[in-house]
């Protein structure tokens, strides 16, 4: 693929910060997607089902884990689009790429704080349940890095913890945050997913869906 920068995708250079799931990836699929986080990505494929897609559409998936939500949109993409998911953790790439050989999917270990693509590149770009694991300062940095590589006019989906619209929701991630040793998901709910897309720049964002009482589906245009 021509539109990736020279890339090591040795994981052992990387200086990813944030938390990889690299333990997790041979039991994901079943008790990640099918128990906990099926929900997420069927928000999301509600979106990305409708829009109309053109001639060498492209598609970006940042945290793709092992790639459950591109195998489902593939189907859509004509000859001579593709889709690219990337994510940190090794053991996640390597199963999605096992299990999912078509010639237009790709999968690539990538630090979301650098992207190896060029600007202005991709039609839409979704990033499901994946910013809550990154500290502050790299949830921006890598919010920043999926603007850089959008075309003007192209869309980010971003679905994630939000702020709570209950207490007892708020009392409940608040304790997970604290058992998890996760001030990522703190983060989240103290600053609210739109702030934190502001601090990145992405200024044109509107709350679609909220659900869970705390997961809020975001979509944010490029100006």
């Known amino acids: 693929m021509n539109i990736i920068k020279k890339y090591n995708s040795d994981i052992s250079n990387f200086k990813i910060r944030g938390r990889l799931l690299n333990y997790a990836a041979p039991v994901y699929d079943f008790f990640m997607q099918k128990i906990f986080f099926d929900i997420n990505n069927k928000k999301i494929l509600e979106q990305l089902n409708k829009l109309t897609i053109e001639e060498d559409f492209k598609i970006l998936d940042v945290g793709?884990?092992?790639g459950a939500i591109l195998k489902k949109q593939i189907a859509r993409l004509n000859k001579n689009s593709f889709a690219v998911g990337i994510d940190g953790a090794f053991n996640m790439i390597k199963i999605a790429s096992k299990k999912n050989k078509i010639c237009n999917l790709h999968f690539i270990c990538a630090d979301a704080a650098y992207l190896p693509f060029k600007n202005g590149y991709f039609d839409i770009i979704i990033n499901t349940m994946f910013l809550h694991h990154l500290p502050i300062?790299?949830?921006?940095?890598?919010?920043?890095?999926m603007k850089r590589v959008l075309k003007k006019g192209g869309i980010?989906?971003?679905?994630?913890i939000d702020k709570p619209t209950n207490f007892a929701v708020k009392i409940f991630l608040y304790l997970s945050a604290l058992i998890l040793f996760q001030k990522e998901i703190k983060e989240n709910i103290d600053y609210g997913l739109i702030e934190i897309m502001k601090s990145a720049g992405i200024t044109n964002n509107a709350i679609l869906t909220q659900y869970c009482g705390s997961v809020s589906v975001i979509k944010s245009v490029a100006l």
Do not use: G, Y
Not at 137 to 144: E, G, V
Not at 156 to 160: N, Q
């Open 64 to 66: 793709c884990a092992t």
């Open 137 to 145: 300062d790299c949830k921006i940095m890598a919010l920043k890095e």
């Open 156 to 160: 980010i989906f971003t679905v994630d």
